[in-house]
C-alpha cells in the first residue's frame, strides 16, 4: 500500500541534513509505502517543466538507495500514474523479499 506523505516525513526517513532537490530538483509529491521502507518523489525537470521521478528502498545495511528514477515526463499525471505503479511494484518486491527471509 502506497500512501502520500509530505516533504518532511519524506527527508525524516531519509535521516537526511540536506536536500535532494541539488539531485533531484524540485519536488512536488512525495510518497512511502506503510512501512516507510520504500520512498519516493515526483519533481520537476529542468526549465521546460517536465516531470521526473525517484523511488529509493532500504538495502541491507538499512541505508536507502535508488531504486528506480524516470526522466522526460512532461504531463504531471502522466508521470504520477507511472510512478504510482512503479511504488506499487517495489512494494510487491520488498514484501516478497521479506517473506522469503521467513
Same mark, same amino acid.
Given at each position: 500500500?502506497?500512501? &502520500?506523505? *509530505? +516533504? /518532511?516525513?519524506? =527527508? ?35 526549465? &521546460?517543466? *517536465? +516531470? /521526473?521521478?525517484? =523511488? ?35 512494494? &510487491? ?10
Amino acid at each position: 500500500m502506497i500512501k &502520500e506523505i *509530505g +516533504r /518532511k516525513e519524506f =527527508i525524516r526517513h531519509l535521516s537526511l541534513d540536506s536536500d535532494l532537490e541539488q539531485f533531484v530538483g524540485k519536488e512536488l509529491e512525495w510518497f512511502s509505502n506503510v512501512a516507510g521502507s520504500i520512498l519516493g518523489t515526483i519533481a520537476l525537470e529542468g526549465r &521546460e517543466g *517536465g +516531470r /521526473k521521478y525517484i =523511488i529509493l528502498g532500504v538495502d541491507p545495511t538499512g541505508r536507502f538507495q535508488v531504486l528506480s528514477v524516470m526522466c522526460d515526463f512532461y504531463n504531471h499525471r502522466a508521470a504520477r500514474i507511472d510512478f504510482l505503479r512503479a511504488m506499487a511494484v517495489a512494494d &510487491e518486491d520488498e514484501e516478497d523479499v521479506c517473506l522469503s527471509r521467513e
